[in-house]
């Protein structure tokens, strides 16, 4: 397992509940998104990749070394965990510090200094964490963790408590870090961040690896996939039957005064639906997709 990240056939349970089930794969440089709903076993994956948590079953290889028990893939790895994990008694600049000293660096100061100027928090690095809004205490965690510039970056829902000025400069930041060949493996359940800076997306849900691959072929699959509408008219039977004669609707239901629509070519539905319902002479009362949550689009890519 020589990629730089390289998971074969792990799986996690706790008991009688499987948070994680067979999943292999590698991630190269680059930005890797870890894309799935709340619960589907990111955090628990991500815990296994960063020597927390020991397989129940398979490998995981960082760096060219195991993660369980191997304390020094610290050394080449960057790691921001979920949950807030800062000492709010320190300052900014004596958390970042901290994580130089324990990575023995030969001038911990200067590489504070460098880190915390990279996450654009040096007004606020002499104020206690403990003060800090969400969004910051995310920034200094980013910057304890690339204090000792590593090449890996394993990243938990970076971005939350984030302003969107924030997002941004941190998706700027990690591009930068792509184009210097570091590898970026961060988790999330929002579909538009995995989007704006993924080159490859591993998609989990209920534990399993449902998708994996380039963002856009497996952003196709979500956007072609089956859609269902709901729709209240002025005349129900007959745009049903307008819809029916058309390419982009395989199916049509009359259920408790409303019209339930199915169709492949979302993009085609929208733009053309208002047009059938004109020529049907019906008037369009409510138009709304009924199986647009995250938790249904992975379900389809499960089944795919």
């Known amino acids: 397992m020589t990629a730089p990240i390289a998971v074969r056939g792990v799986s996690r349970w706790f008991g009688n509940v499987v948070a994680v089930n067979n999943i292999t794969?590698?991630?190269?440089?680059?930005?890797?998104?870890?894309?799935?709903?709340?619960?589907?076993g990111k955090s628990t994956l991500l815990h296994m990749?960063?020597?927390?948590?020991?397989?129940s079953q398979g490998e995981i290889s960082i760096a060219g070394r195991p993660a369980w028990m191997h304390p020094e893939i610290y050394e080449d790895v960057g790691l921001v965990p979920e949950r807030e994990a800062v000492y709010p008694f320190l300052t900014g600049r004596e958390?970042?510090?901290?994580?130089?000293?324990l990575q023995?660096?030969?001038?911990?100061?200067a590489a504070a200094d460098r880190a915390i100027g990279l996450v654009e928090m040096e007004a606020a690095a002499d104020r206690a964490t403990g003060g800090y809004s969400k969004g910051m205490k995310q920034r200094i965690k980013v910057a304890s963790a690339i204090v000792h510039d590593p090449s890996i970056l394993l990243l938990d829902e970076p971005f939350n408590g984030m302003d969107p000025h924030q997002r941004l400069?941190?998706?700027?930041?990690?591009?930068?870090?792509?184009?210097e060949g570091r590898s970026i493996l961060f988790s999330s359940h929002i579909l538009e961040e995995v989007e704006r800076i993924s080159d490859e997306v591993l998609v989990i849900v209920a534990g399993r690896l449902a998708a994996s691959g380039d963002?856009?072929?497996?952003?196709?699959?979500?956007?072609?996939?089956?859609?269902?509408?709901r729709l209240r008219t002025s005349d129900n039977r007959a745009l049903a039957a307008a819809l029916l004669a058309e390419d982009f609707v395989f199916g049509v239901d009359l259920n408790d005064g409303a019209i339930e629509v199915r169709t492949?070519?979302?993009g085609s539905f929208t733009?053309?639906?208002?047009?059938?319902?004109?020529?049907?002479?019906?008037?369009?009362?409510e138009l709304a997709p009924t199986d647009e949550s995250l938790e249904s689009v992975f379900s389809y890519l499960v089944r795919r």
């Open 25 to 40: 794969f590698e991630v190269g440089a680059g930005v890797t998104g870890l894309l799935g709903p709340n619960g589907a």
């Open 49 to 55: 990749l960063s020597g927390f948590l020991k397989p």
């Open 95 to 101: 958390f970042v510090r901290l994580a130089a000293r």
């Open 104 to 109: 023995k660096l030969r001038d911990p100061d």
């Open 169 to 179: 400069q941190m998706m700027d930041l990690l591009r930068r870090f792509t184009a």
């Open 215 to 229: 963002f856009h072929t497996i952003r196709r699959l979500m956007t072609d996939r089956p859609h269902t509408f």
């Open 264 to 266: 492949t070519d979302y």
């Open 271 to 285: 733009r053309q639906v208002a047009r059938v319902a004109a020529r049907a002479g019906t008037t369009l009362f």
